[in-house]
């Protein structure tokens, strides 16, 4: 039954993967792209202890052929520091972008936010604070990013979930004052420096640094929607499972399909 069904599975994403490659070919014909590729839930599925996080055989082998191409610059595009995103992607030529596009690493490119730098002193007080306040709820996580601060729940028991909405609603709160911004992801909340940036401003930045090319975005969470939004016509933007108030243009239905999309792209791009 088993194989059976993840037969069914491989046949639907072949059939998928069909019509995104004709549309790959004519938006990418005679063109170079730049590819941006979003790490958890992406790159890598999600999984409960956040720095077990890691992609896969094929995805690395699939990202290392695609950055060799002389048509094709990649980036990896995270919420995680931009040291755990260069320690895990060590592919040639490769850039690497992390804490939400706050700092970015590449072939000519070295750039901090300047803005989100200066308030790096209240991350690690907030972390501080957070972990005391939060300290008695069992797998909450907090993870101070440098420029950023994430709070885990991934692996909170369903019994504490609504004591801890409560207090970490009252620790929001308790934080107005400070320059920063609080939002969502999937099982977390992420403290982010007020400043108007995001991986869609990341991405416009790199384009303007590195020379014309036709962004491919691809990602999951509600962070990659604003590199789906600055992709706009201009490019193509995928989504990881079909969502309908997503900006993406299209769709995978599972992370598992990421390397087979990858490799599509890379035999578009030869
Ligand atoms: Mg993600």
């Not at 490659?21 to 409960?48: C, H, M, N, W, Y």
């Amino acid at each position: 039954m088993q194989r059976a069904s993840s037969r069914s599975g491989g046949k639907r994403i072949v059939k998928r993967l069909e019509p995104l490659g004709e549309k790959l070919r004519r938006r990418l014909s005679g063109r170079r792209a730049f590819v941006f590729l979003d790490f958890d839930g992406t790159l890598a599925p999600i999984v409960s202890m956040p720095h077990r996080a890691r992609a896969n055989e094929r995805v690395m082998r699939a990202i290392t052929a695609l950055a060799a191409l002389p048509r094709a610059r990649v980036a990896v595009m995270s919420g995680r520091p931009l040291s755990f995103v260069r320690q895990r992607f060590l592919a040639r030529g490769l850039f690497h972008v992390g804490n939400h596009g706050l700092e970015m690493r590449g072939p000519g490119v070295t750039f901090r936010h300047k803005g989100a730098a200066v308030i790096r002193p209240t991350f690690q007080a907030l972390a501080e604070k957070a972990k005391a306040t939060l300290a008695g709820f069992p797998g909450v996580l907090i993870e101070n990013k440098g420029l950023t601060m994430s709070v885990h729940f991934r692996r909170l028991p369903p019994s504490f979930r609504r004591r801890f909405n409560r207090s970490l609603a009252a620790f929001r709160l308790g934080t107005a004052a400070l320059p920063i911004r609080w939002r969502r992801g999937k099982k977390v909340w992420e403290a982010l420096p007020r400043v108007d940036w995001n991986k869609g401003r990341a991405l416009t930045e790199l384009l303007r640094r590195t020379g014309p090319a036709v962004p491919v975005a691809v990602g999951d969470d509600v962070t990659d929607e604003d590199m789906f939004k600055a992709v706009g016509r201009k490019g193509v933007s995928i989504r990881i499972g079909k969502s309908g108030s997503s900006r993406a243009m299209d769709y995978l239905p599972r992370q598992k399909d990421v390397p087979r999309f990858l490799t599509l792209l890379t035999e578009v791009l030869k």
